[in-house]
């Protein structure tokens, strides 16, 4: 079952954590902003006079527009954005989101080939991956789950399901009719797990991505690292 926590509910949990000092840093829940409306402006800072960007919602792909908070301001969420280049961030007004706590956190180890998922700190999941080949390779960096996709066919190369992510291949600028975004789905070459072998996408197992696509809420951040 998913958790996505209100904010606003959780704010004496936080601070009963905070209190008792067992909490560490990475166990902290993330703060995540789901659209309240039908477009969202972004804007270079607090203090621009006009958006440089605006984006739909929901998405191209149906999904609800989401974004991982980076830094919270007095009445603005600087965020990460589910666009080009990798990592770009731009701030928002709070009034045209609604904001979230996620327990959860993905971490993809490319050099061990690991997917890890954790939840307040703690390991909840930890599978083989398969990650990009040397020429077309998985991009490293913060970024967050856009949207899920179920996939019409379930015995497929993208599995039953597959997260897309903010992040965007270096090398391709489009792939399959797309943008050139990665995801994080299934497989229908387990052999394949645990060595570089997509074209920058993370593959897992068909049984690991099923049970992600019940827990991750939308916004979970997911950091790619060497």
């Known amino acids: 079952m998913r958790v996505l926590i209100s904010l606003a509910a959780a704010v004496l949990v936080t601070a009963a954590a905070a209190s008792a000092r067992t909490t560490a840093i990475t ?12 477009t969202v402006a972004v804007y270079r800072s607090p203090s621009a006079k006009r958006p440089f960007l605006t984006l739909r919602n929901p998405n191209p792909d149906g ?6 908070v980076k830094h919270r301001g007095s009445g603005w969420e600087q965020v ?3 666009t080009r280049p990798n990592g770009a961030t731009g701030w928002i007004k709070d009034r045209s989101v609604d904001l979230s706590l996620d327990p959860y956190r993905v ?39 856009a949207e899920l996709l179920k996939q019409p ?14 992040a965007h291949s270096n090398v391709l600028q489009s792939f399959g009719g797309g943008p050139g ?30 049970r992600l696509a019940r827990m991750l809420p939308l916004g979970t951040p997911v950091v790619i690292k060497p």
Not at 27 to 38: E, L, M, N
Not at 63 to 68: G, K, S, T
Not at 110 to 129: D, S, W
Not at 130 to 139: I, K, N, Q, Y
Request: proline share 8%.
């Open 153 to 166: 066919n379930a015995s497929g190369p993208y599995g039953p399901f597959a997260f897309g992510l903010s």
């Open 80 to 82: 990460y954005l589910p």
């Open 63 to 68: 999904a609800h527009l989401v974004f991982l």
């Open 181 to 210: 975004q990665i995801g994080i789905h299934g497989t229908n070459e387990p052999a394949a797990l645990g060595t570089d072998v997509s074209h920058g996408c993370v593959r897992i197992s068909n049984a690991s991505i099923t």
């Open 27 to 38: 166990s902290k829940p993330s703060v995540v902003a789901g659209a309240r409306y039908g």
């Open 107 to 145: 971490t993809v180890s490319l050099g061990a080939h690991m997917l890890t998922v954790t939840k307040l700190g703690q390991i909840v999941l930890r599978t083989p991956a398969g990650v990009g080949r040397s020429v077309l390779p998985t991009p490293k960096g913060t970024y967050f789950v």
